[in-house]
Nanobody, 119 residues
Framework: QVQVVESGGGLVQAGGSLRLSCVASGRSILRINAMGWYRQAPGKQRDTVATIIRGGSTNYLDSVQGRFTISWDNAKNTVYLQMNSLKPEDTAVYYC????????????WGQGTQVTVSP
């Protein structure tokens, strides 16, 4: 199995930056081939923020393109989400997810980390 744990959330002013980390661990860690960051604000649907495939292919939500960067440190089994030029509408709980097969639904989810951007 695999466990994923997020960290790095917090309160920041608009225009500021945060870096979220997602550490993956467990017996099946080497089978993980894709990871992603999702977010959900109160009363809103969950959005896919950014995804990355082992080897480097990435995709981003249109509204974060150019501001957020997802990266994968294989040596540390950690995926990062660097968030710059944050806006109040980025406020949400951010979740990390991991999966074995790229085309499947995500298998493993973290508990989430709160990101709050003040005006």
């Amino acid at each position: 199995q695999v466990q994923v744990v997020e960290s790095g959330g917090g309160l920041v002013q608009a225009g500021g930056s945060l870096r979220l980390s997602c550490v993956a661990s467990g017996r099946s860690i080497l089978r993980i081939n894709a990871m992603g960051w999702y977010r959900q604000a109160p009363g809103k649907q969950r959005d896919t923020v950014a995804t990355i495939i082992r080897g480097g292919s990435t995709n981003y939500l249109d509204s974060v393109q150019g501001r957020f960067t997802i990266s994968w440190d294989n040596a540390k089994n950690t995926v990062y989400l660097q968030m710059n030029s944050l806006k109040p509408e980025d406020t949400a709980v951010y979740y990390c997810a991991a999966k074995i097969r790229v085309g499947d639904e995500y298998d493993y989810w973290g508990q989430g980390t709160q990101v709050t951007v003040s005006p």
